[in-house]
């Protein structure tokens, strides 16, 4: 109904009744009044030409992306894990084959490619009990280190910025966070990684309203409590490209990074018995 929306948009801003849009193009009358009250779902063609008609090709490539993602642009957790958080991480695994330069803003846990199998654990069964979906954590937890193995590939790149808030957040027991911090570290000296934090006293630019992920410059993906977005108009692209740039201007990188996770473990620490500060 959006997409239909704009497309009336357009023909009024051109001037032109449905009558007079639908004889220029050959098409019934009936077409125009479906596509615009989103009864039909256009074709790339009929973008196309209603874009030609309607002088506004302006507009072609943000309403084809509209129209590409219309299934996935608000996807609702509870159909999207209809099928298991198994099945999810599936999905995803193929996204990711898709993809060459992968860019993540975090600001409250810790992005699922860099996850331990136990941190992983936590969070699946997290939505396990919010969306009361089948139990498939284990199977869930597997796919998803399966995905892991792309960070090893040197055809794609990965830029992550977390900030200090998602390494002391407790979303799982003291001694897990510890082997997941532990983990970051590690994987920050992949040659094809870069992994950035925010420090509690970085000046922010923009406030850390949400966490999101740049897949190239295709998509957005944001994940709410309801559904995970995916927008893909190049102004949506373009805006969130521009805001990852100033969230990671600001983070520290290498030594300084590590000096921060470091500092969260040693805090961290004092609540696991027999753990020393420093790690030793």
């Known amino acids: 109904m959006a997409l239909g929306k704009r497309l009336r948009e357009l023909r009024r801003r051109a001037d032109m009744s449905g009558r007079q849009l639908a004889e220029s193009l050959s098409w019934p009358p009936s077409k125009v009044s479906k596509l615009e009250n989103g009864r039909q779902t256009p074709t790339d063609h009929d973008i196309r030409e209603w874009t030609r008609v309607t002088g506004s090709e302006a507009e072609?490539?943000?309403?084809?992306?509209?129209?590409?993602?219309?299934e996935v642009q608000h996807a609702e957790w509870q159909r999207q894990l209809r099928s298991g958080l198994k099945a999810h991480q599936q999905e995803i695994a193929g996204l990711d084959a898709r993809t060459r330069f992968f860019r993540a803003f975090e600001s409250t846990f810790i992005p699922g490619l860099l996850q331990t199998a136990e941190y992983a654990q936590y969070r699946f069964a997290q939505s396990?009990?919010?969306?009361?979906?089948?139990?498939?954590?284990?199977?869930a937890v597997a796919a998803r280190m399966r995905r892991q193995e792309?960070?090893?590939r040197r055809d794609k790149r990965f830029h992550f910025v977390l900030t200090e808030a998602a390494l002391r957040y407790r979303l799982c027991p003291p001694?897990?966070?510890?082997?997941?911090?532990?983990?970051?570290?590690?994987?920050?000296?992949?040659?094809?990684?870069r992994l950035g934090v925010i420090g509690f006293e970085a000046a922010y630019p923009v406030a850390p309203a949400h966490g999101f992920w740049l897949l190239d410059d295709d998509r957005v993906m944001v994940e709410t409590f309801s559904a995970e977005l995916n927008l893909a108009q190049p102004q949506e692209t373009r805006l969130y490209g521009r805001l990852f740039e100033q969230l990671a201007s600001i983070a520290s990188?290498?030594?300084?990074?590590?000096?921060?996770v470091t500092r969260v473990?040693?805090?961290l620490a004092a609540h696991v018995p027999g753990v020393i500060e420093g790690g030793e």
């Open 60 to 70: 072609t490539e943000a309403l084809l992306a509209s129209l590409h993602t219309l």
């Open 128 to 139: 396990v009990a919010v969306f009361d979906v089948r139990d498939d954590v284990h199977e």
């Open 150 to 152: 792309i960070l090893y």
């Open 175 to 193: 001694e897990v966070m510890l082997g997941q911090l532990d983990r970051l570290v590690s994987l920050s000296a992949l040659p094809n990684v």
């Open 253 to 260: 990188y290498g030594r300084s990074a590590r000096a921060i």
């Open 265 to 267: 473990v040693d805090d």
